[in-house]
């Protein structure tokens, strides 16, 4: 069989590197730095995730919480509330932001050496919390290259990919990050 085309979703000005959806939204990230917020019903633009400095290489979305991550001089990964458009937090990283994904309790980062960074959800949420305490365990995945695609799966696992190699690795990161304590 073919697909029909239902809609096009045109408004972004470069590349569509990044998308995801919920139930009711889909959120696309591209090389113009802007992360768009659309209707999954209709298709219509909602509003835009503005504040990048450099192009949006991955996206996530759960409700109301959204994260995107960038490239280049920005290296950072933002947490949006995308009923408001605001931008809740900044995390700063060493390298290109290349995959992430998150719950209500985690976040994780992969990047593009390899790296993993985990990010306590909760406290990066909490806009009185400094910077010090937000990141709990950054190790290298144990392979070679960048990391193409991370997934948390329940309450401990982490499915990660590697993008030289071909390989994919499951990590118990929460016995990894008990050891850090």
Not at 27 to 37: I, M, N, P, T, Y
Request: glycine share 8%; with cysteine; hydrophobic share 35%.
């Amino acid at each position: 069989g073919h697909l029909v085309k239902k809609k096009v979703l045109s408004g972004h000005t470069h590349k569509v590197s990044s998308i995801d959806a919920d139930q009711k939204f889909i959120l696309s990230g591209s090389h113009d730095q802007l992360a768009k917020v659309w209707s999954i019903m209709d298709g219509t633009h909602i509003r835009d995730l503005q504040g990048h400095e450099s192009q949006i290489t991955c996206v996530k979305l759960n409700f109301p919480v959204a994260v995107t991550g960038a490239r280049g001089a920005e290296r950072c990964a933002r947490i949006w509330n995308i009923q408001t458009a605001e931008c809740l937090r900044i995390l700063k990283l060493e390298n290109n932001v290349r995959s992430l994904d998150f719950n209500p309790d985690r976040l994780v980062t992969g990047d593009d050496d390899g790296y993993l960074v985990f990010w306590d959800m909760k406290t990066c949420l909490d806009p009185s919390a400094g910077t010090d305490l937000l990141s709990y365990r950054s190790h290298n995945t144990y392979v070679v290259g960048h990391t193409s695609g991370v997934i948390l799966i329940g309450a401990c696992l982490l499915l990660s990919t590697s993008g030289k190699h071909g390989q994919l690795t499951i990590h118990d990161y929460w016995s990894a990050a008990a050891e850090d304590k």
